[in-house]
């Protein structure tokens, strides 16, 4: 069966930049780059957290799909919450690095609004990335994206999207994407990024 040009098209431009984001994979460090160019509106300060003002942030493209336990979830049914989006593999040790801050911190904050989701890629199957939860005690649900078409077309060129493994992205209580980290966080950054968003009315 041949696939139309438009077909193929489509399918380069999806595995080029998921080939971009595999080549910046797993970094333990901040890239630096502010993500897509332009007017970006937002401010990256010296830990590597870019922040964007609240009459400055964009809202991702559809971000829905199975978890790993096989329930369906769509991001846009939690807004009213503060939602932090976690993109990590099971094979990626900065993920295991942190994946203990954000058990702890997602279970302090859920009774403030709080909600984690991860965005588990590039496990080609679910079975270790299962394990991994039971490993690190992560009791939230995880967006099961091996492909990582979720990482590459939910997010807004220009907007802080995830450009590593692991990568943050934290949406404020109206949905719209607030804050950003390319790098491991421990429970102090993850708090710095997430308790100013639960404060805002």
Same mark, same amino acid.
């Given at each position: 069966? =041949?696939?139309?040009?438009?077909? +193929? $098209?489509?399918?380069?431009?999806? &595995?080029?930049?998921?080939? #971009?984001?595999?080549?910046?994979?797993?970094?333990?460090?901040?890239?630096?780059?502010?993500?897509?160019?332009?007017?970006?509106?937002?401010?990256?300060?010296?830990?590597?957290?870019?922040?964007?003002?609240?009459?400055?942030?964009?809202?991702?493209?559809?971000?829905?799909?199975?978890?790993?336990?096989?329930?369906?979830?769509?991001?846009?049914?939690?807004?009213?919450?503060?939602?932090?989006?976690?993109?990590?593999? =099971?094979?990626?040790?900065?993920? +295991? $690095?942190?994946?203990?801050?954000? &058990?702890?911190?997602?279970? #302090?904050?859920?009774?403030?609004?709080?909600?984690?989701?991860?965005?588990?890629?590039?496990?080609?199957?679910?079975?270790?990335?299962?394990?991994?939860?039971?490993?690190?005690?992560?009791?939230?649900?995880?967006?099961?994206?091996?492909?990582?078409?979720?990482?590459?077309?939910?997010?807004?060129?220009?907007?802080?999207?995830?450009?590593?493994?692991?990568?943050?992205?934290?949406?404020?209580?109206?949905?719209?994407?607030?804050?950003?980290?390319?790098?491991?966080?421990?429970?102090?950054?993850?708090?710095?990024?997430?308790?100013?968003?639960?404060?805002?009315?």
């Amino acid at each position: 069966m =041949s696939l139309s040009r438009a077909s +193929r $098209a489509a399918l380069l431009t999806t &595995a080029v930049a998921v080939g #971009a984001l595999t080549l910046s994979a797993c970094t333990g460090g901040d890239t630096g780059k502010s993500g897509g160019g332009g007017n970006t509106n937002f401010v990256t300060d010296a830990g590597g957290i870019s922040t964007a003002a609240k009459g400055q942030r964009t809202t991702p493209n559809k971000l829905a799909g199975e978890t790993l336990d096989g329930k369906q979830l769509d991001i846009a049914d939690l807004k009213g919450k503060v939602v932090v989006l976690n993109v990590w593999g =099971s094979w990626c040790p900065p993920c +295991r $690095a942190e994946a203990k801050h954000f &058990a702890k911190v997602a279970k #302090a904050t859920k009774s403030q609004g709080v909600e984690f989701v991860g965005i588990n890629t590039r496990d080609p199957n679910k079975t270790p990335a299962l394990a991994f939860e039971q490993d690190y005690g992560v009791e939230y649900p995880s967006l099961y994206d091996p492909a990582g078409k979720l990482i590459v077309n939910g997010f807004p060129k220009g907007s802080l999207n995830p450009q590593a493994i692991p990568s943050t992205i934290v949406l404020d209580r109206e949905g719209k994407i607030a804050a950003r980290s390319l790098k491991a966080l421990d429970e102090t950054e993850l708090r710095k990024i997430v308790e100013p968003l639960i404060a805002e009315k």
